[in-house]
């Protein structure tokens, strides 16, 4: 961080906005500085990324899953706005000591004896070190004691969008982030790779909060990515890991994601849009079948196959119901029906559950 700083202080701190009787070496004005540099620098990045990725990346169609809360966009970003400058403060603290010297951080290659090659090494050890230590403390937030009352907040949101990545209880969220300060610390590592590294985490924080699942095939059983993220919200005690699925997998907490057996969130939303449009072709052509009753036409050789399929929308209508029942009781039973949030969900639910229901009736008469 004290490349920024520096920059900073040359270009505008210096010249513009401290006295002389404080010094770069002031520790209150690094402070200063820092808190500022890091509070403004964590919305642009956040807005950034967030929104880039929303409007490219984000599969708008999630927000037709019956889970997806009303302006969860808005409240999403209200949260992050809160949360970032807290967040933010405690990571001035270890930026801090950073910049005074107390990390493993060096300015040049020729001070290491892995030279350029200390990038691509340091890097992987950064990113498995801080995949590690990440799965531990979110697996402890999910003990009853931590996620009541600090991981709470970012359950809140089942079906995430961009905007969630950095709505979390403050604490939660420097909890959270708190390996990638202890990294240079502990290890060496060249400025430039810390500050690019710093950035990564933050992308790769937006993207598994996107929903897109298009990471290669060779790569999907080893990478943590939006597919296992979002089972992890919408299932709670699955897939802890930020990187990699090695710990979940280890740590009998891994489930492979709905969404690459047929069943994720985004599918639910295309059975349903299938099953609507389905349904209002059943109607119509029941109308127009009640329309013709005294002069019905001759049996054509099509109707068997008519009656097979609609056989076959009754069953789907039939599993959807259950999938759902399923779901709601088992929110029910892990016990987060008290919350506002929770309780406008199944309500929701039971909207879809009783409309399907009908439905299905109307189907039966069709029968
Ligand atoms: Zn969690
Ligand atoms: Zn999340």
Redesign the pocket.
């Known amino acids: 961080m004290d490349i920024v700083l520096d920059y900073c202080d040359e270009h505008w701190l210096t010249p513009y906005v401290y006295p002389t009787s404080l010094p770069p070496g002031n520790v209150f004005r690094q402070l200063l500085s820092l808190s500022v540099i890091v509070v403004s620098g964590g919305y642009t990045l956040y807005f950034l990324t967030a929104a880039l990725n929303y409007y490219f990346i984000f599969d708008h169609r999630l927000k037709l899953h019956p889970q997806y809360l009303k302006n969860q966009v808005q409240m999403e970003i209200e949260c992050s706005l809160k949360s970032i400058p807290y967040m933010s403060l405690l990571s001035t603290v270890m930026f801090l000591l950073e910049v005074r010297g107390h990390g493993k951080l060096f300015d040049h290659f020729s001070e290491t004896s892995l030279g350029y090659w200390s990038v691509p090494v340091y890097s992987a050890s950064f990113i498995v070190f801080t995949d590690s230590l990440i799965y531990w403390i979110h697996r402890a937030l999910h003990s009853k004691y931590l996620y009541k009352r600090l991981h709470k907040t ?1 359950h809140k ?1 089942k079906i ?1 969008t961009p905007f ?2 950095h709505a979390f209880n403050p604490i939660d969220g420097f909890l959270q982030s708190s390996p990638y300060h202890i990294y240079v610390f502990l290890f060496p590592m060249h400025k430039w790779t810390y500050l690019g590294l710093f950035v990564f985490v933050n992308v790769w924080t937006v993207s ?2 996107d929903g897109n699942y298009q990471v290669p095939e060779r790569l999907k059983q080893i990478i943590n990515g939006a597919a296992h ?1 979002m089972d ?2 919408v299932y709670y005690n699955y897939n802890y890991g930020q990187f990699f699925t090695l710990w979940d997998r280890l740590g009998k907490s891994y489930r492979n994601p709905s969404s690459f057996e047929g069943d994720g969130p985004l599918q639910q939303v295309e059975k349903r849009q299938e099953l609507q449009r389905r349904l209002s072709l059943s109607a119509a052509g029941d109308i127009a079948e009640s329309t013709v009753l005294t002069d019905s036409p001759p049996r054509t050789p099509d109707e068997p196959e008519r009656e097979v399929e609609l056989i076959r929308e009754t069953v789907i209508i039939k599993e959807t119901i259950t999938q759902e029942a399923i779901q709601a009781t088992r929110e029910v039973n892990y016990g987060f029906s008290k919350g506002h949030v929770r309780t406008r969900s199944l309500t929701q639910q039971c909207e879809d559950f009783f409309a399907e229901a009908f439905a299905q009736n109307c189907l039966k008469k069709i029968d």
Do not use: N, T
């Open positions: 970012h949101w995430p969630a990545s598994i909060h993220h992890h919200h």
